[in-house]
């Protein structure tokens, strides 16, 4: 295992040994090449530079408590970065070539899956774009797909906490039919601007709200919402919200609890009858939510600074499958030969 201070390390690029491409042009794959290059030599005419064709995924591999590396759901993310390249018109990448190109990444730097105790895991970015050369608007049919790591810490240094939200209706999310159901990097471009000011006024997260009637929750930040009441987990639905794999892992887990269900459109004046709620994602797994203040409104819908249960037990349920703790029974995780 490498000498680094892994308790320190925080949300960021760590060098490491080596990751993986393959080439898409003249209507195939490339075998997998494994390299130690950082950079990407592209002309400045690619088509991914001038018009977004691009996708990406997030996903972790965890060190668990009896020492094995577990990647955690490749295969869910294969299928949701499959479905980005359909709507970006991109050259799509099998599941086998996403999942082994995970896989080789986390085998090849393995001393950089941070030790058990330290509560940190390797992240992994898979990143798709058009590499084709040329100035039209139009598909490319030329493409490179990669998958590097880096080491990250904890999200939450010290013991989970609550987050302040902010919905602020001045900017949408993603437009109805649009990209938003899908992990494309234009989306997170366009939550900048929003992102900015809500930190300016001193809160963690966006709210987002549908783009037509500005009356249904969507996203939180850059991760899904849920809420919590009367023994039900309820999330929104909308054909805008990129289908989270945490939130997807969530819900079941819900389920075993005993917990019911319910994916449904979530009106924004439905906030003050929770009794918890959070954002979902994979860096943090669950950010607790403290309050929700509407700039429009000034009202304010407080959940308190303490974590609530459910959201607590959740949290740890899917932490157990991911450090081994637990049987991992829905066969979540990936275990990575050393």
């Not at 295992?1 to 040994?17: E, N, P, R, V």
């Not at 774009?129 to 880096?150: D, Q």
């Not at 289908?243 to 005993?258: V, Y």
Request: net charge negative; aromatic share 10%; charged share 25%.
């Amino acid at each position: 295992m490498k000498a680094i201070d892994w308790k320190s390390i925080g949300f960021d690029y760590m060098k490491t040994d080596v990751n993986v491409r393959y080439s898409y042009k003249d209507g195939k794959w490339s075998d997998m090449e494994v390299t130690e290059d950082e950079y990407i030599r592209m002309h400045m005419s690619t088509t991914c530079l001038h018009y977004g064709l691009e996708a990406f995924e997030g996903l972790k591999a965890f060190r668990g408590v009896d020492g094995k590396v577990r990647i955690f759901r490749m295969d869910a993310n294969a299928r949701r970065m499959q479905a980005s390249a359909r709507k970006l018109c991109l050259p799509v990448p099998t599941v086998e070539m996403f999942t082994a190109a995970c896989y080789e990444v986390v085998k090849r730097n393995i001393e950089y899956v941070p030790p058990y105790e330290s509560g940190a895991s390797l992240y992994l970015r898979p990143l798709l774009f058009g590499s084709k050369v040329g100035l039209g608007v139009k598909a490319s049919h030329e493409a490179m797909f990669i998958v590097f790591c880096s080491p990250v810490g904890p999200y939450f240094k010290g013991g989970m906490t609550t987050i302040k939200v902010v919905v602020d209706r001045e900017q949408d999310r993603a437009a109805p039919r649009g990209t938003g159901d899908i992990k494309a990097g234009g989306n997170y471009a366009s939550s900048i601007l929003s992102g900015e000011k809500a930190h300016d006024l001193g809160y963690s997260n966006v709210m987002y709200l549908d783009a037509c009637e500005h009356k249904y929750i969507e996203e939180c930040g850059a991760a899904n919402f849920f809420g919590i009441k009367n023994g039900t987990y309820v999330t929104p639905k909308s054909p805008s919200i990129l289908p989270s794999i945490t939130n997807m892992s969530l819900r079941q887990l819900a389920a075993d609890m005993g917990l019911k269900v319910e994916e449904r459109p979530v009106p924004v004046d439905e906030l003050d009858t929770f009794e918890e709620a959070g954002a979902c994602g994979t860096a943090a797994v669950i950010s607790p939510i403290e309050s929700v203040y509407d700039l429009d409104t000034g009202k304010t819908v407080t959940y308190g600074k303490t974590v609530g249960k459910t959201c607590l037990a959740l949290y740890n349920k899917l932490q157990d499958i991911q450090y081994g703790r637990c049987e991992d029974k829905y066969g979540w995780t990936t275990v990575v030969e050393e």
